[in-house]
């Protein structure tokens, strides 16, 4: 009876053991990508910035792109067109289709001006705080996480 008692045991540890080194193997290569809109980055840049803030790559899976709250598609060229549109000079954008991988420590403009100034692009600063939301869905190696990365509200 002993036996039996200390083998349940033994197997209680091992299972609750490798429940923690699984949990720990997820956490050590989740990505975590943050958006932020910068003014004045790198050289001026100004625009909406994605960095992979986490510890492995981020595999996109969908995004949502909303102009003015209405839904008009996929963070893709079409959807970059009808957002700069409306606009005088034509903003520097990058696509992440789904299947696009976001390495580690990677950062890239989603919609971005070389140079900025208020008094010729401000319909460009307008647009990106208040006008345009990008959700961008994504997860790690491991898949079906379904996290989700967006611009704070200002």
Do not use: C
């Amino acid at each position: 009876m002993a036996a039996t008692v200390i083998a349940l045991a033994a197997l209680w540890v091992s299972y609750v053991q490798t429940r923690a080194v699984r949990s720990h193997n997820h956490q050590s290569i989740r990505p975590l990508l943050v958006m932020r809109r910068v003014k004045g980055h790198e050289e001026r840049k100004t625009g909406i910035l994605l960095i992979n803030a986490g510890l492995g790559p981020a595999i996109v899976t969908n995004s949502v792109v909303r102009l003015d709250g209405e839904h008009i598609g996929q963070w893709n060229y079409h959807t970059q067109e009808r957002v700069a549109a409306s606009l005088p000079v034509r903003p520097n954008a990058y696509s992440l289709r789904p299947g696009a991988v976001v390495l580690a420590g990677q950062s890239a403009f989603l919609l971005h001006l070389d140079e900025f100034s208020e008094d010729q692009h401000g319909g460009f600063w307008e647009l990106i705080t208040r006008r345009l939301v990008i959700e961008i869905r994504y997860e790690s190696l491991y898949g079906g996480e379904n996290f989700k990365a967006a611009p704070p509200l200002f």
